[in-house]
């Protein structure tokens, strides 16, 4: 099984990006919509000629964002603090899935990046980019040939292996923060297991929607223990944790790292009169034709025709090529 | 008869400052104990390191738990005090800000305390809920408006019903009608008198109003300057008070 950039021992390739290349290159090559600084960017001093170390991370900063994954993998769904670093992005573009995947890619992984199930977005092109620049890893957009998946907001409808890592940017951890803002208290929640308050959440959901209205960001509990925020996938995908990938979740403004092990219990919190549903939109992907997707709506003209199609759009197009 | 609830002790001091000293007594089931004294005088601190929200410098708070008989809150572990905290006890504050979630409804309120203990049904949760909403006069139709739209009568009510919810043995009270109107207070007491009665709870009260002692405690401890002057049962004590502090106190309401 890869574990990729966990497997230690295996010599680190500093450098290795391209020698004497200026931070502020690498940054104004990320297409980045949103304002980013240079002073963000940064730069390794220790390697000589002010190259990017592989991964654009130190050395030092990747063992100890690993350390932070090994444990996180130890006590499935604990939040793990970590010393998030300035990435030359701005914090809400992923920058801590990014510092995950820089502490897991190896020279020989091959890189996926997704952003709503779609590789084309902004966001996913200026990561992967990113990361061709910095690590020089392959990257590509077959779900099946990715060793390492950075996600936001989907898990792929291609069911991962073994040897795979998906790591999710999380924008908030804690499943606990909308009805108690104090950390010290949410901590202490976690550590006694005093998960009431998850479900009032759910109580509140269906006193006033009749059904528990929750789409995204669904809570789950790991391995009958720790309950755990998924990040904004949508309720569809939760079904999906429980898979033989390792799952890798980066939060960096509030600097946390947690993990799932491959095959490891997760269930979606609900009522017993109340049950979770995964629920799906009632229709076919108009492309593909695949009836067991999750579908993103399109407005297709100005009187508001719409079709359903495909998120995952590696998918998409994969089932569409098998047809023809 | 084993106490519910047997205090040995109790010393809490903030650097030289004494918050409580020397404080010990028994109290049995279904009996209502009140603590009065004014500000400052050590009830509030003490009332803290009964119920575990402050460690105490010394003494033992014994509680008989249902499970295993008399065990020490102080020394036990904090999971099991917890527990304690949302199943055998319950706090009443007296700001219901303090003990209620302004962002959830009033069912949410009552039925966090059902939840946090595993009741997994909304149906049977609500069900509760609305019987409890009941039970502290809130009506029906209220169930899913949130605390911040309650008068603070409504508030005090709803944070009464939400913990008593899970059938407490044990209920302690800090100024529970402290900062209501005078009619709105004489309504909250009855309510309580007759949910004491109903459910026979023990109860401890901190209160500086003997108005409030008089109507609900069996029993009364006075406090001064950290500790107890005076104890008895309380008709006794605020009829023939022995101790000048609580002459001074009796007479100073009764010049009102
Ligand atoms: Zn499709």
Redesign the interface.
Known sequence: MSLAGLRQGKPEHAGHGEAGEQPHEVAADIHFAAPFSKENAGMDESVPGGAYNFAYLDEETKRMIRRAILKGIAIPGYQVPFASREMPMPYGWGTGGVQVSAACLTPDDSFKVIDQGADDTTNAVSIRKFFERTAGVETTERTAEATVIQTRHRIPETPLTEGQILVYQVPIPEPLRF?EPRETETRRMHA??????M??KL??D???HGEIATAYAYPVKVEGRYVMDPSPIPKFDNPKMEMAAIQLFGAGREQRIYAIPPYTRVVSL?????PFVAGKAPHDCALCGASDTYLDEIITDDAGSRMYVCSDTDHCATRQEAAA | MTPLLSVQGIRKTYGFRIGCTDVGFDLYPGEVMGIVGESGSGKSTLLSCLAGHLTPDQGSVVFDTRAEGPRDTVTMS??ER?MLG?TDWAFVHQNPRDGL?M???A??NV???L???GA????Q??ETATDWLGRVEITEDR??DRPRAFSGGMQQRLQIARNLVSGPRLVFMDEPTGGLDVSVQARLLDLLRGLVREMGLSALIVTHDLAVVRLLAHRLMVMKSGRVVETGLTDQVLDDPQHPYTQLLVSSVLQV
């Open positions: 009805l006694l297991e005093d998960y009431g308050l479900h009032v109580y509140e269906i006193a006033r609900d009522f017993e009169d109340h | 904090e999971p917890r949302r979630r962002s959830v409804s069912g949410g039925g966090e305390r939840m946090a203990v997994r049904h909304y149906g949760i609500r169930i899913d």
